[in-house]
């Protein structure tokens, strides 16, 4: 078997080093048949855009090893090979880390990935075609002494030298670029940046003779308006676009097939639940920086469960974003999306990062955008502009949960009375009065229905994990199994084990917290307190349904 590209978002590099590839190379065929002068591929982080965008300028750069290419599709395209492959100079860029806490530090990184750039054409400088005027830029750029007029003339110059030297029009890759505007705009610099990137990138792509096409990737189409101005042959392919869909991701038939040359199909429905569920355009895809992790996990440990592989690589503070903002109603509609049902939105596909956190409006359209919520074709919407979103899939689901849990966290924790009154009705066994103060909370967050106990518990714990002299500890082994919540106070006296429940229907409330009692009696929960000399231990059963619940207490 082959090695999977864990991680890997360069072309040559997995395939030159024997790595599982999917061929997406009939990418090019399509590029080349229905290419405008700037081309536009907006879609969510981790779709292989990266690889992608490497791939083209392994196959059209001149000097390019053709070996690379054989065996797959594209190569079976003879007369399109012959005329395309390996005959124009490129520029390839990657602003996927372009960022910083200031301007100045995202200014820096952008100077020193230019340099570099410089360096791989630095034999432009010997070249008698180059002018002296561009020579001396480009030296400065090469130094990291160039100004920010030279950066932002930056990529006409390397086109113009380039083009200088050999008699070709030049192909233009920037990579994920508005990522430098998205961490400006959380960061409050993104006035700056976009006056910066409005000369870096729209001045060459708007002017410059030298420029035989040009590909841009990214999350969002910023409008036109705010960055490239003026600019009148501009295709965006976006997520709702009808062409493209299946070169950004895995489609089923590939992680079927993927699958059975692990000999891993038996997993084949958890991870279409995980990580299947994206559209892009007609097509239905998954994400492939999960799909290939979870297949890693798996070879290394069979039994292993599907895990939030996206939520430390993408923008997940959007989601916060989107909770920190909701009203009453947004709330409730985030209450459907996690339920699995549908939410009826206008979306638009056209707007700026500074325009991201002005409204909840267009929240939703950035989540649909960037992945976190996806189109469902099964309802016709009625409205111009308006769609039917879900959440796409388990994933997706356990990221939104996860970030109502530390937005809840976090709003219990500035509450200081509401948790101080809780801490005195577990503390002092007063179920009546711990039932209450759990109903007030319940009622000003976000919960769903259909929700299983594991909710319920984070939102109990993130309650109380802020009790001052506390320590909560959460699915510790005890006795004979593993208790929910333990909590032990620092005076090694007083301790408390809480069984969470979540019952199915109201009038099972009750029933349902006493045998939440009831469990830990039986499994001697208690017994690792009782072991390690706490004398005054008390034992909850909480049930919950919805936005109601039941406490019941007893003392061991």
Not at 156 to 161: A, F, K, S, V
Not at 243 to 254: Q, V
Not at 421 to 444: D, I, P, T, V
């Amino acid at each position: 078997m082959k090695k999977l590209p864990v991680g890997m978002d360069n072309f040559e590099n997995v395939i030159r080093q024997d790595y599982y590839y999917l061929d997406k190379t009939d990418f090019i065929r399509e590029l080349l048949e229905t290419h405008g002068f700037v081309n536009l591929f907006t879609r969510p982080r981790r779709f292989g855009k990266t690889l992608n965008m490497s791939m083209l300028k392994a196959f059209f750069e001149i000097g390019t090893d053709r070996s690379l290419f054989d065996g797959l599709s594209i190569s079976g395209e003879r007369e399109l090979c012959e005329h395309y492959q390996g005959n124009y100079p490129v520029i390839f860029l990657s602003l996927k880390n372009i960022e910083g806490e200031n301007f100045q530090k995202a200014y820096d990184k952008l100077a020193a990935l230019l340099a570099d750039e410089c360096i791989r054409l630095s034999f432009l400088l010997e070249s008698e075609k180059t002018e002296e005027g561009n020579r001396r830029i480009f030296r400065r750029l090469m130094d990291r002494k160039g100004d920010e007029a030279d950066l932002q003339r930056s990529l006409i110059i390397l086109m113009r030298m380039l083009r200088a030297y050999y008699g070709k029009q030049v192909i233009l890759l920037i990579d994920e670029y508005d990522v430098p505007l998205e961490k400006a705009d959380s960061r409050g610099y993104y006035d700056q940046m976009a006056d910066f990137i409005r000369g870096f990138l729209g001045n060459a792509l708007k002017t410059s003779p030298d420029l035989y096409f040009a590909v841009l990737t990214g999350c969002l189409r910023i409008s036109q308006e705010s960055v490239f101005t003026g600019l009148n042959n501009f295709k965006v392919h976006s997520v709702s676009g009808a062409r493209y869909g299946e070169y950004f991701g895995f489609t089923d038939s590939e992680v079927v097939q993927l699958l059975q040359n692990y000999g891993l199909s038996a997993v084949y429905e958890k991870v279409k639940k995980w990580y299947d569920g994206y559209r892009f355009g007609s097509i239905d895809v998954y994400c492939p920086w999960d799909v290939i992790n979870y297949v890693d996990d798996v070879l290394a440990d069979p039994g292993i469960e599907p895990k939030l592989y996206w939520i430390n690589v993408s923008s997940n503070d959007l989601v916060r974003r989107f909770i920190d903002l909701a009203d009453g109603r947004t709330r409730e509609e985030i209450e459907k999306l996690i339920s699995f049902d549908l939410v009826y939105k206008k979306i638009s596909e056209n707007l700026t990062y500074g325009e991201v956190g002005k409204k909840i409006e267009n929240l939703w359209s950035i989540l649909y955008l960037t992945g976190y919520l996806t189109v469902d074709i099964r309802k016709k919407a009625m409205d111009r502009g308006y769609v039917y979103l879900k959440i796409p899939n388990r994933e997706v689901r356990e990221i939104f949960i996860e970030k109502i849990r530390e937005w809840f966290s976090e709003k219990a924790e500035k509450n200081k009375k509401d948790l101080l009154e809780l801490y005195h009705a577990f503390k002092e066994g007063n179920a009546q009065e711990a039932e209450n103060c759990l109903g007030k909370q319940l009622r000003s967050t976000i919960s769903y229905y259909g929700s299983y106990e594991g909710f319920y518990h984070g939102f109990l714990l993130g309650l109380l994990i802020w009790w001052e002299d506390w320590t909560a500890l959460s699915n510790r082994e005890n006795g004979e199994g593993r208790s929910d919540i333990q909590l032990k106070c620092s005076d090694g006296i007083h301790g408390i084990i809480i069984e969470v429940k979540k019952a199915g229907s109201r009038k099972e409330l009750q029933s349902s917290s006493k045998a939440a009692l009831k469990q830990i009696k039986e499994k001697k929960y208690a017994d690792a307190l009782v072991d390690n000399g706490f004398m005054d231990i008390l034992i909850y059963g909480i049930s919950f349904y919805k936005k109601s619940c039941c406490v019941q207490v007893d003392r061991i």
